[in-house]
């Protein structure tokens, strides 16, 4: 099984990329969803957040307050590399379940649709890389206000 990771920039056009290979039929591992997932009430990461961060980053739900969590770990260095620790070993285990129900149905080529590829070093275990990138003007222009 060939393993493609699928990187870019915020609003570089990376969703448009990944539904391209969708629509060609290609298996697309969405890393966004599954650390989604990995951080919902309850999971093991969710847990692992709320223990590098303590019950002040819930909602009164008792919900991941994220934009919380964003301010924090987009303004704290220390922050965003606890987070990480927290979520990064969760988001590969979500990674590698997938991997092997792809390679077990004997898919011949999955993407890795990874934001982080280069900085978390997965790329070193992809058999091929994709980025998508376009001009300053352009992504500027279509990223969220």
């Known amino acids: ?24 039929g290609v298996p697309l ?22 223990k590098a961060f303590g019950r002040d980053i819930l909602t009164n739900d008792g919900d991941i307050n994220r934009p919380l969590l ?11 590399r606890r987070l990480n620790q927290a979520t990064h070993l969760p988001v590969a285990a979500g990674i590698l379940k997938q991997l092997l129900a792809h390679w077990l149905r004997c898919e011949p080529l999955v993407v890795v649709d990874m934001p982080l ?14 980025l998508v990138a376009c001009s300053a003007q352009l992504q500027s222009s279509a990223a969220p206000a």
């Open 1 to 24: 099984m060939r393993v493609v990771g699928l990187t870019g920039g915020i609003a570089c056009g990376k969703s448009t990329a990944s539904q391209q290979f969708i629509d060609l």
């Open 29 to 50: 591992i969405d890393c966004d969803k599954i650390s989604h997932n990995a951080t919902r009430k309850g999971a093991w990461g969710y847990r692992r957040i709320v």
């Open 70 to 80: 964003g301010r924090l770990v987009f303004t704290d260095a220390a922050a965003r």
């Open 117 to 130: 590829l280069f900085e978390t070093g997965v790329y070193k275990y992809v058999n091929d890389v994709v």
